[in-house]
């Protein structure tokens, strides 16, 4: 599958979409496919922290297993992603006049058993849509309210 990517702009400097975006054990609460986080290291923070993510897309369930390969405070964070699908991923941000720009990259391969390239086409546009609403609910965490 060619590489997905996808932004949003966030109305909060990137030091406050940091901070939120680098508390990894809450992504589950945003990220409608993460059913759980359960970390496998000490370290629930920067590079080498791993974690195990009961995924689920539709029918399909699987455990993704992330180690965190990059960490860089208020700039981004990437990943190795180990399991029935496997590839690299990264969140960056990325300051613009009115906040932060949020984009998320994933490059993931499909094996044979989930219809390889074939497959990885198929779950292109479902993929997107998942993740674009993640995106929204991430930026929702953002949103100010008025009387």
């Known amino acids: 599958m060619p590489p997905l990517v ?8 990137p030091t406050a979409v940091w901070e939120e975006l680098a508390t990894l054990e809450q992504h589950a609460e945003w990220m409608a496919d993460a059913e759980s986080i359960e970390f496998r290291t000490a370290s629930t923070r920067g590079t080498g922290t791993a974690m195990a993510v009961r995924t689920r897309v539709g029918p399909l369930t699987t455990c993704d297993e992330i180690t965190v390969t990059w960490w860089a405070p208020r700039v981004g964070i990437g990943v190795s992603h180990r399991g029935i699908v496997s590839g690299i991923g990264a969140f960056a941000l990325a300051p613009d006049a009115d906040g932060t720009i ?29 993740w674009e609403g993640n995106l929204r609910r991430f930026a929702s965490r953002f949103a100010t309210s008025t009387p």
Do not use: H, K, N
Not at 6 to 13: G, H, L, V
Not at 109 to 119: K, Q
């Open 6 to 13: 996808t932004s949003i702009r966030i109305q909060a400097p």
């Open 102 to 130: 949020l984009v998320w990259y994933e490059d993931l391969r499909f094996p044979a058993r989930l219809g390889g390239a074939l497959g990885a086409f198929v779950a292109r546009p479902v993929l997107r849509r998942i």
